[in-house]
Nanobody, 120 residues
Framework: QVQLVESGGGLVQAGGSLRLSCVAS????????MGWYRQAPGKQREWVAD???????NYADSVKGRFTISRDYAKKTVYLQMYSLKPEDTAVYYC??????????????WGQGTQVTVSS
């Protein structure tokens, strides 16, 4: 099994910054794409950003220019640096990753989520 554990959430004022981390552990042969999603109260979970195995990054329009995703292969960790936070960024942020536990067999995994609250 693969476990993803997020950290770094919290309460911040509008305009502030937070850095989320997600550490993968377990039986991992290879790490593929990793990313972040978020779910605000009463809304569906939405994609925020991802980073491919090759290091290419992609962002939702709503966070482009404010959020930066990065990964550390050696530490099996993906980060989400969030700047210029807005109240509408308030949500539970979930880490998502695609891993191979054995060569060629890919599976998708989710973390348990970390709360980000931005006050106005």
């Amino acid at each position: 099994q693969v476990q993803l554990v997020e950290s770094g959430g919290g309460l911040v004022q509008a305009g502030g910054s937070l850095r989320l981390s997600c550490v993968a552990s377990g039986s991992i042969f290879a790490m593929n794409a990793m990313g972040w999603y978020r779910q605000a109260p009463g809304k569906q979970r939405e994609w925020v950003a991802d980073v491919t195995r090759g290091g290419s990054t992609n962002y939702a329009d709503s966070v482009k220019g404010r959020f930066t995703i990065s990964r550390d292969y050696a530490k099996k960790t993906v980060y989400l640096q969030m700047y210029s936070l807005k109240p509408e960024d308030t949500a539970v942020y979930y880490c998502h990753g695609i891993f191979e536990r054995v060569p060629g067999l890919k599976g998708a995994y989710w973390g348990q989520g970390t709360q980000v609250t931005v006050s106005s």
